[in-house]
């Protein structure tokens, strides 16, 4: 699965936002059968090619800094021995949180694609914008709402049975 890059219109690119979102959102749902809440993320290269995947991890690794988006950044960075993504862009299935949304800034994502808007906890538009705040150095593209009503679903389920086994 490539995107069109500068070659393909905004449509290619959306159809192939569209089918890796399917792909994370499978992946999610066999992280929430682990016990993790179910976020999954990959980063693209330039060229549309997978350097690096994530999944929360905080719950089983006993890891705060354990996001999907984090993990992502640490193994691509590894993978194209560069700690800077403009030319990248990073899928997830949950608006990621402030922490991961300044380390998203930080590294000067290119992209970022999310499905389910966080408002209470966003920090890419659904409480807070790190985006475009006067105090981000880079500003990234970001684009809301790929199989949001998906992710939604299979958040808002997790959380349900989470809270049952919980009472």
Avoid at 36 to 55: M, N, S, T, W, Y
Avoid at 87 to 93: D, E, F, G, S
Wanted: some cysteine; hydrophobic content about 40%.
């Amino acid at each position: 699965m490539v995107l069109k890059g500068q070659r393909g219109t905004a449509v290619d690119q959306r159809d192939d936002f569209t089918r890796w979102m399917d792909v994370l959102l499978q992946r999610a749902e066999e992280i929430g059968a682990q016990g993790e809440v179910p976020v999954a993320a990959v980063i693209l290269d330039g060229r549309g090619k997978a350097i690096g995947h994530g999944r929360n991890r905080r719950q089983n690794h006993m890891d705060p800094l354990g996001h999907a988006e984090l993990v992502a950044l640490r193994q691509a960075a590894i993978v194209q021995d560069d700690w800077r993504f403009n030319a990248c862009t990073l899928i997830v299935t949950l608006e990621p949180c402030p922490m991961c949304a300044g380390a998203l800034v930080q590294a000067r994502m290119g992209t970022v694609v999310y499905a389910a808007t966080d408002p209470k906890r966003g920090g890419l538009g659904g409480s807070l914008d790190l985006s475009t705040h006067a105090s981000a150095h880079h500003h990234m593209n970001v684009i809301r709402g790929v199989r949001e009503s998906q992710a939604r679903e299979q958040l808002e389920r997790w959380f349900r049975q989470r809270r049952r086994r919980n009472r």
